[in-house]
């Protein structure tokens, strides 16, 4: 094959998938709602939420990279909820399955049409008694039961406790990553001889 052949093959080879995006259409992934943050949101049948409740964050904040949660340990749950039904809402319970057993510090109300975080200095939701340890990356399904949109369930993932997520406070009992050991060097090991 001669060179320009080749070159015309790598040109074909390098356009398709540039060329493959401009046919997706009306119907591309970015004409509907997504997730604006690397935590999970709650999207059903093209919309954020189910049953009124739109739920556009939701995460577990983690160990830091490379720590670990311990068996039997316990995490914060953070949540943004926003009610769009025609009356106001409550969170009433959350449950974790087997995974841990979650504790809502009090009921969340949820007014019609206004942003609320289920989070403070102390969060309102905790997983306690997990069930394995975790290192972050994983996702955990939960169960929030709402006084009138009733059961509406999601995985929530573990973020690691970084970046933007950094300025939330550390979860007790996180164990950090481990320690590299120094190696010796070289001249070191020829004094040791």
């Not at 979650?102 to 049409?113: C, E, I, N, R, T």
């Not at 975080?117 to 169960?143: H, N, V, Y």
């Not at 039961?145 to 929530?156: H, K, M, S, Y």
């Not at 973020?159 to 950094?166: L, V």
């Amino acid at each position: 094959m001669t060179s320009r052949r080749w070159i015309v093959a790598a040109a074909a080879f390098l356009a398709a998938p540039v060329l493959a995006g401009c046919s997706v259409g009306f119907d591309a992934n970015t004409t509907k709602p997504y997730a604006p943050v690397e935590a999970a949101a709650l999207i059903d049948q093209g919309a954020y939420g189910k049953q009124s409740v739109h739920v556009p964050q939701a995460f577990i904040l983690g160990p830091e990279p490379g720590g670990s949660i311990p068996w039997r340990g316990s995490v914060p749950v953070y949540l943004t909820m926003l009610n769009n039904g025609d009356s106001p809402d409550t969170l009433q319970s959350v449950s974790a399955g087997d995974a841990a057993s979650a504790k809502l510090a009090a009921p969340v109300q949820l007014p019609v049409g206004q942003l609320v975080k289920a989070e403070a200095a102390t969060p309102q939701i905790t997983l306690e008694g997990l069930s394995k340890a975790l290192r972050g990356g994983e996702a955990l399904r939960l169960d929030l039961q709402f006084a009138n949109a009733g059961t509406i369930t999601l995985d929530v993932p573990v973020m690691p406790h970084s970046r933007e997520y950094a300025s939330y406070p550390a979860v007790e009992g996180a164990v950090p990553a481990p320690t590299p050991s120094p190696k010796p060097t070289e001249a070191a090991e020829e004094e040791a001889h």
